[in-house]
């Protein structure tokens, strides 16, 4: 029987593939001192996630984001628990709506 655990909190950055300057991705993981623990690309973005087992581990990690948050290239860094409704979703970035295409 295979059981997955999944972070108690985990925050999700998108940036632009081909942002500018080049080489967002990599001063990302720079920044933080480790790879993301899961990502992929799609429709010109990667999505980024590392998982903590605390909500101050995970506050600590996205606040140190915040200055490549504030870039264009970011649209999303936000940290998600898996279940602790009392610290909820935290959202310091989204602009996801602004991308997407009129229907």
């Given amino acids: ?61 996205a606040e140190s984001l915040l200055e490549v948050a504030a870039t264009d290239d970011v649209v999303v860094l936000t940290i998600v628990p898996s279940h602790d409704v009392k610290f909820g979703r935290r959202v310091y970035k989204d602009t996801r709506s602004s991308i997407q295409s009129p229907i």
């Fill in 1 to 61: 029987m295979f059981i997955n655990k999944f972070p108690s909190y985990d925050v999700v950055v998108w940036h632009r593939i081909d942002s500018s300057p080049p080489g967002l991705h990599e001063r990302i993981i720079a920044l933080v001192g480790r790879q993301p623990d899961e990502g992929f690309e799609m429709q010109g973005f990667c999505d980024m996630h590392w998982g903590f087992q605390t909500g101050e581990e995970a506050t600590t990690f």
